[in-house]
């Protein structure tokens, strides 16, 4: 019960700094826009009928703009305002472990992802109903986490909002620049077959065309092994910067 609290603690504090900045809670704003923008100007062109391979484009990309831009800057920036109003050195005397302070970090940014996940298929008119939804949102899961955990290292290593920011853009047109245009290049396309969100936009491409989606070996190691190396990561910068307690 005594650690339950404090992961909520921790939870409460994290959702008052992201409710309060404008500027992260219109991220997803932002992102269900665009999509909705590149849905309407590609349906226009065409006759008000989306391609399945334009579908495809416009739902790998507003599924990689929400994992990034919202994952990265979201978490991100909140831990390092955290950091400038000495909020999180508050959190760490009070006896928090670095998986408390993890767990408690991402849960509202993940299910906010989460929800701008289900949306953006809604918006490109794809149906809950199809069979390869299931394993959508299983993968739209773990990236999701990955997304945040990634955040959260950018957070804790930046000294404050605006540096956090310039770590978060470099990784984030990197990570949504080499899935996208994988198809151009084959040495891009290899680079993404071993990136979170080279997976999760083959996946999106895939459905967006109508075919079934099959998850590979590959894809589940990808998916698994980013997910605890970016997890181990945080533990170890979130200890290197003396936040965790002996």
């Known amino acids: 019960m005594r650690n339950a609290n404090k ?39 065409a006759g008000g009928e989306l391609a399945p391979e334009l579908m495809g484009f416009v739902l790998s990309l507003g599924i990689s703009m929400n994992l990034c831009s919202d994952g990265f800057v979201m978490v991100g920036t909140s831990i390092a305002e955290e950091k400038e109003k000495h909020t999180l050195r508050a959190l760490m005397t009070s006896s928090i472990t670095g998986m408390q302070y993890f767990i408690g970090s991402i849960l509202f940014p993940f299910f906010m992802l989460m929800a701008v ?93 109508g075919e079934a989606y099959a998850i590979k070996p590959l894809d589940v190691a990808v998916l698994l092994g980013e997910l605890v190396i970016s997890v181990l990561l945080f533990l170890v910068f979130y200890r290197k910067n003396g936040y965790e307690k002996d």
């Not at 918006?123 to 299983?138: A, D, Q, R, T």
């Open 7 to 45: 992961l909520m603690a921790v939870a409460k504090v994290k959702w008052l700094c992201i409710s309060q900045n404008m500027t992260i809670m219109l991220g997803p704003i932002m992102v269900v826009a665009v999509t909705w923008g590149l849905k309407l100007l590609y349906s226009s062109k």
């Open 117 to 209: 996940q289900l949306v953006i298929p809604l918006i490109c008119g794809i149906p809950l109903g199809l069979p390869s939804m299931p394993l959508y949102f299983f993968i739209s899961a773990i990236a999701s986490l990955i997304s945040c955990v990634i955040g959260m290292i950018v957070g804790i290593c930046a000294k404050n909002q605006v540096g956090a920011s310039l770590i978060s853009y470099p990784l984030m047109i990197v990570l949504m620049m080499v899935p996208v245009f994988g198809n151009l290049s084959g040495v891009l396309e290899k680079i993404s077959a071993f990136l979170f969100t080279g997976v999760v936009t083959e996946m999106a491409e895939c459905i967006g065309r």
